[in-house]
Structure formats: structure tokens, C-alpha cells
């Protein structure tokens, strides 16, 4: 087990240093490479599969709900960015400039789109003519650019991968319901694909998206007890529509502007699967979205007969994602790899399982090892990854709900965030400068105004007035 | 039919004015939208979902042969370019430069990506190491931007989606082969999804890619006898290696340079689809790409029972991408619709049909109708798709042998391209000043020396020295 103690050693433990931990497995478990440019990663194959399968269980949700794939350009002309005057002061600072093409200047600036909310809104003004037309559900997944000063691999990069919902409606009242459904696919993926629970709610104004009427949230909790915020749902109103005059002919024959809706989810949640599920042996995934679900280790492999039942096995498990590790590797370095990996199961199969007609099968979740007859091994693999999805998920709840604390008045907001990391429930006035304090003095921000409102307190935590809301309070990344 | 020969009449007779009739179909059918930006386009959900179905096949056909997917940066620090003289040549007229992010100027000047040749040598120069860590056999989907001075919606665009694999080997030999067998995914997708028969041979050196030993293509004939390359894949032997420092121990200890590979194909594709199997009523899809397989049209649906009998016929064809147009058009202008989308098969049902328990399958290839029990359905239409399939790539087979022609004299060479368009097969010194000349004299490229050479005549065309190799010409895209 030297080999493996090896790797182990390389990465630090979770509980002396979190952000150290993070780097560590993002890289030893191949996720990614730093590019020569800072804030521009490459992603490894490892960490592509993953977002791959992120893009296929999202893709298939968002289709059933009617949403239509297309792609818009990369680039947008600076005009066409300052016509909505609040989303350029939000994303000016961090944009990325083209000024030439062709070895020739170019006679306007064109910028690496941040998000694509002004060229969606110039594409409908010119497409979107009658009730008829609409609604429109547009989805694209493309790479964009924010020029960020400090940058964490997934977390926060200058180039990220992404998807972006832009929809446009006939009434005000069909694009609030669109923002809710979006928020709740964001939900549901979350906890039913990637096993991580999620507080639903509605940005406070100072948080909420540059440009939006209002943005609603889900927020998730890391292992350290920081929140990451994991997709975001933005209801425009008209406000796009009148600023890139996007009309259409109702059906009373009437001119009338559009509703808007947009809604994104990113690479980070990479960065929350490794954060929410990871520990001191790696990552750990879930087994809906791991690339490979089992790897089989073959036991004293060079013997007669053993990699050839490894084989035997991995036809088996036909049905899924599965991989033997026959490289010339130790055993205990492919166990190691296969954590680092976070790979969900692990099958060894050695001479003496052979004469027996057993196999070992070990879980990466909570590392339980159980013998399995290979005759049942097809059926046990399938029950024991829907059981540690569900453990998984199960296990992320009891975090959110162990790290989920209650202040109702100022003293024990500031002791609670003092002695603990987690999302604290307070109530709040409603007004910015209380929100600003609280950053000021505790370091920490509002998540969302939960949809599930509670009333723990009368008062706001920071102030002292007559409390509007319950607003979940964190640390975020 | 009074609404259907109005659609239908908007489209320009390909006969008539091929490039016309080609924006037409690209407009019409509702593929794309230009964006304010020149040579950026809007690719809509229609041509979105052909790229959909695309990427879908291609890729599997990639992960058949081992290739992993990964994502490298959009941006190229102007220096790392810099490394690669001949590409820089190659590029440098035309690529997009970026010159100040997060409102500072740059100290340096990166590129947007028009290729990543430099950035995954620079990559593979810190992540290969040993003869263990090879091959890496590495794609990325992604899009990338050239500034072409003449652009076409597809066809030649400033922002376009492609992918592009580039791989690394330890031997020559190995990287050779991979070339080899790409280019034969390539034609093999070509041929057996999107109906699209190719040549398959090396590109001259002039023709080559810059920085390349060899490129290979595959070649394709569009409607109007015009040459469109589809796909290609490239030999850089330790060229790159060279220049990037990417060396590797080998098994005897020894420090080795890689050899390396790369293939690309891209949204150009589409373009061959439409100027391949496209009509004067529009596209027409082969059935494996096609979005949507069946539209299903009910005729008088107003009437008692059609709708239902409409949607009871969808669910009988499940098992293919069907959609039934209930709008409240009429079937003369949703059979029009169904031909300019390309739709491979229209399904119509009535009142009479309901009674005799049929339905009519019309074929958009040919434009046959057929009665068809509705007990038999499923099956009919199965067989039918296939059918289609085959003969949408037999028809493409004796258009293009149709259009290829031999030519063993200067003079013939000469008639047969003042005559005809198409490919003309013909004998060549080898000598780059023959190809300058032809290409000056009758704007005719060499398109590729054909893997299978045949012998149509002892002496080159153009200066009737001895000739070395035949070779396909042709006007090109």
C-alpha cells in the first residue's frame, strides 16, 4: 500500500486548508491545466466527461420543457452593448476587446460576449412580428469571457463554459412563469443528477443581475459551509424590449413590446460537485453524472485467467460506464487513482474470487466493501449506484441542515457567524444599507430571499426596524 | 395550392441563380440570421438542431475510434503564436486581436483562436512526460473565428463551429495512420449520414496546410459541379514538436519528440448538405440528420376526430422525431413548409382516410405519394426512411460521377472546363508552377490526388512534361 499512500499524501487534508484541498484535487484528479493566460483554463478529458454528462442531463430537461437549442455570434459591437445602459455599467469593467481583424483596426470595438442578453434582444427585435411568433425559448451553450481580477479553477474564471436561456413572451405574466420553471429545472437537475440540495429564492435588488426586474437563485452549501450560488433565473420584464424596441402585432392587432427571461448555469457547478461531495481521498461523484461509474481492478493480474474475468465482467456491466484498469499499476495505486477519480464502485476480482465465483465490490461514498456472487453482479452494481445517489443526496441534506443556523436578533447574527460557517436565517428590513453593513462587518452577503418563508425574528438583525423578510444569509465563493 | 406556390415561389430556381437560390434556401428554411457583425451569424433552432444531430454522430464515431473531448482557451497569447513561423503565415492576415480586458490595455496582444495547433503544443509540452502518457488522442467542439474578407452564410464565415482533434504519438508511423483512419471517419460519416459521397486523397503542397507534412481531404461535388472540401486531417510529423519543445522518455531512456496530428471539420457541412441534396422547393434532409423525420398534416382538421386521429399517428411513430403541424395554416402551405425544411416524410390524414383506416406517406426526395394502412405505419415508415437514405446517396453517387470528367490533353483540359463544371480528373508534373498557371488560366484549383490514381494520360496538362501523379480540379467553394 506504499503506492497508495503516495498519491494520498499529495493532497491536502480538507480540514488544514480548504482551498488548498480544492486546487489539489482539481488537479490530481486530471480536471484540469493552467493555460499561459490567468483565469483561461484547459480541460481535461477528465473533467470535459463530466461536464459533458452536466450538458446532456440539463440539455434533455431543458427540451422538455420546450426550450430550442441555437448559437449567436462571439462577439458583440460596442453600440449594440451601451443601448442598455445598466447592463454595460454591470459588465464594462470586465469585458474583453477585439479592436482589430484582418491585420486592419477595426472602425468600432467589438467585446467577447459576457453574456448574451443585447444580442438575443437584437436577433428578436428583428425576428419576433406577431403574437405568432412567440413565445421563443432559446437556449445556447457556448464559452464566454469576464475579465475577473482574482480567478479559482470552475469557480471563477476570465473564460467560462456555459449555458444561456434567452425567451421571449406576450405577457408579463408568461415570463415571471417561465423564470420560476427554469429556476426549478436548476433545482431539480441539482439535487436529482448532481445529488446537491439547494436553497430556491429570489435575489435581494443589490444582488440581483444588472438589467433584471428580478433574479431568483439556487444556493448551495459547500462542505466548508460557504455558499456557492449554482444558476440563476432573471426576469426582465419589458425593460430589454423597450430598449432594443422589440415589438410585436398582438392579436387585438395592436403594437406591443415583449417579455424577457433569461436564465444561466456554468462550469462552476463543477466546482460544487467537487466542494459538496468531495473528500481527503478525492472527488466523489454521483453516480448520474460520473464518467465512469465502476472500475474493475484485477488482483495479481499476471496470473492465469484473471484479467481475462476481468473482461468477463466488464461485459457484464455492459449497462454501464465501466472500465478494468489492466495498466502494470499496484493494486493499492489503482484503488487510489480510482478515488482520486471519485469513480462510484470499484470491482476487484483476484484468483481465489475466481475459484469462489465472488467478486469484491467497494463504494467510494462511504467505502464499504461487500463480497457479490458474479452471478448477481450485474443487478447489485445497478441497485448499489441508485442507492448511493440517493445516499449521496441524503448526506448533502443532513450538511445543509446541520450547517443552516437561526439569528433573530443582532447579537446572535454576529456570534453565529463568529463561532460558525453555514447560511444563516435572519430577518431583514429590506433596505440596501443594512445589506451593505452586514457585508461590511461580517463579511458576508445575502443569498436569497427564500421562497419558503419563516418568521424567526420580528426585527431586522442589523437595524432594529420592523423586519420585511427572511433572507438567508453567507459566505459565498 | 394557392399559398403553396406563393412560399414556394420566394425561392430563386437554383437553375437560374445557384447563389441565390442557396441564400434563399438558408433564409427560408429558416437556418440562419445575419447579425450586425459581418460574417457572424445567427445560427437559428432549425440549423441548430442539424448541427445537433451532427455532432451527435460524428462524435460517437470519434469515441468509437478512442478519441476524448476536451476544452482548450479561446484566447492565444500573441507570443505562442509567434513560435510556429509557418502557421503564423498562415494565420496572421486573418485572425481577431484582442487588446484590453477588465478596461486596461494588455501587456500582450492574444488572438481569438482561428485554430489550436499552438495552444495544444504548448499544452502537450507540460502534460506528456513519458512514452506512458501516450498517444493523447484529444478533440475540442468549439468555435473559432478567421477574418475572411468574403463571407457566406456556412460557407465561409468569420465565426464558424468546428471541431478540431489534435492528437500526439510516439512514433511517426502511428501519427500517419491516425491521419489515415480520421480522414476515413470523415468519409465514412459523409457518406453513410449525410448522404454526401467524397474523393478521398492528399492535398498538394500547395493546397496543404500551413505547417503541415501532409493533408489529407475529403472532397465534395456540389449541385452545381462545383468542389466543396468537407474535412481535413493533418500529418505534422515532429514539426511542432520541434518548435514547442514536446518530447517525451521513450521505453530506452531516451528523450524523443512526439509526432503529431490534427482534423477538422465544420458548420460548413451544412452548406454541403443543401447544395447537395437541395431542390428548387428547398432543402431536403437525409432522414439520419434530419431534425425532424415525419410532419404529420391534418387534412380539414376542423372536422371531428382528425386532430386525434393526427396525434394517435404520432404516438404510432415514436420511435421516430415526429411533429404534427395543427396550426390553423393551410395543408397547401404546411406541405410547402414541410418541403422547404427538407423534411424527409409527410404524413397526411383526413376524414376519407380516417373511414378507410389509411393514411398517404409523400416521399420530399422524390416527391412520391403512397397509400399506407395505418395498421402498417410504423413499419412502412421505417423501411421508407432507409430507403431514402440509400437513395439520396446513390443519387449523390452518379451526380457526382456524372460530373467528373478526364482530360489527357491541355486542349481537352481546357474544353472540358469551358464546357462543364465538375471534377476534372487529369494528369500532373508535380510542379507548384503548373497548378499557378491552371489556377490563373481557368480558376480551377487541384482539389486533391486521389488515394485511388488512375492513368488518363502520360503528360501533364499544363506543360506536358512527364507526368507524376493525376489529379482531381475543380472550382471550389
Not at 468600432?108 to 403574437?131: G, K, N
Amino acid at each position: 500500500m506504499a503506492d497508495q499512500k503516495k498519491l494520498v499524501a499529495e493532497i491536502t487534508s480538507m480540514d488544514e486548508d480548504f482551498t488548498q484541498w480544492y486546487t489539489d484535487v482539481v488537479i490530481k484528479a486530471g480536471l484540469i491545466a493552467y493555460s499561459q493566460i490567468k483565469g483561461f483554463m484547459v480541460i481535461k478529458p477528465e473533467g470535459y466527461a463530466i461536464w459533458e454528462n452536466i450538458q446532456k442531463h440539463l440539455d434533455a430537461r431543458f427540451k422538455a420543457v420546450g426550450v430550442e437549442n441555437v448559437y449567436l455570434p462571439m462577439l458583440i459591437p460596442e453600440s449594440l452593448l451601451n443601448k442598455e445602459k445598466e447592463l454595460v455599467n454591470g459588465f464594462a469593467p470586465e469585458v474583453a476587446w477585439v479592436t482589430s481583424g484582418g491585420s486592419e483596426p477595426l472602425t468600432e470595438r467589438y467585446c467577447v460576449r459576457p453574456t448574451s442578453e443585447t444580442l438575443f434582444s437584437d436577433f428578436y427585435q428583428q425576428d419576433v412580428h406577431s403574437w405568432r411568433d412567440l413565445p421563443k425559448v432559446y437556449n445556447q451553450w457556448c464559452s464566454v469571457v469576464r475579465w475577473e481580477k482574482e480567478t479559482r479553477p470552475f469557480l471563477r474564471s476570465r473564460e467560462f463554459l456555459w449555458q444561456e436561456g434567452h425567451t421571449v413572451h406576450a405577457t408579463r405574466e408568461e415570463a415571471q412563469e417561465r423564470t420560476q420553471q427554469m429556476l426549478n429545472v436548476y433545482a431539480d437537475f441539482l439535487a436529482e443528477d448532481l445529488a446537491i440540495p439547494v436553497v430556491k429564492g429570489r435575489k435581494t435588488d443589490k444582488e440581483k443581475f444588472a438589467g433584471a426586474e428580478a433574479t431568483y437563485t439556487v444556493e448551495a452549501l459547500m462542505h466548508d459551509g460557504r455558499a456557492l450560488q449554482s444558476g440563476t433565473s432573471h426576469d426582465f420584464g419589458d425593460k430589454f424590449a423597450r430598449a432594443y424596441g422589440i415589438q410585436f402585432t398582438g392579436k387585438d392587432n395592436t403594437l406591443e413590446y415583449v417579455y424577457q427571461t433569461s436564465w444561466g448555469m456554468t462550469t462552476r457547478v463543477i466546482g460544487a460537485l467537487i466542494m459538496v461531495h468531495g473528500d481527503n481521498s478525492g472527488l466523489v461523484l454521483p453516480p448520474r453524472i460520473a464518467p465512469t461509474q465502476v472500475t474493475i481492478v484485477p488482483i495479481q493480474q499476471r496470473k492465469e485467467g484473471v484479467l481475462e474475468k476481468a473482461y468477463e465482467l466488464k461485459d457484464i456491466l455492459s449497462n454501464f460506464r465501466v472500465k478494468v484498469d489492466d495498466t502494470d499499476k499496484s493494486p493499492g495505486f489503482k484503488f487510489a487513482e480510482q478515488e482520486m477519480h471519485g469513480i462510484p464502485l470499484r470491482v476487484e476480482i483476484g484468483p481465489r474470487d475466481i475459484e469462489n465465483g465472488v467478486c469484491i465490490i467497494a463504494r467510494r461514498d462511504t467505502g464499504e466493501k461487500q463480497e457479490c456472487a458474479v452471478t448477481e453482479l450485474a443487478q447489485t452494481v445497478g441497485a448499489l449506484l441508485e442507492q448511493i445517489q440517493k445516499d449521496m443526496l441524503e448526506r448533502a441534506k443532513k450538511h445543509l441542515e446541520a450547517h443552516t443556523y437561526t439569528a433573530s436578533s443582532s447579537e446572535e447574527f454576529e456570534r453565529t457567524f463568529a463561532e460558525k460557517t453555514g447560511f444563516v436565517k435572519a430577518m431583514w428590513c429590506g433596505d440596501k444599507a443594512c445589506e451593505e453593513q452586514i457585508k461590511e462587518k461580517y463579511g458576508v452577503t445575502s443569498r436569497c430571499i427564500p421562497f419558503e418563508q419563516e418568521t424567526v425574528g420580528s426585527t431586522c438583525v442589523c437595524c432594529g426596524k420592523p423586519a420585511q423578510k427572511m433572507v438567508y444569509w453567507g459566505k459565498a465563493y
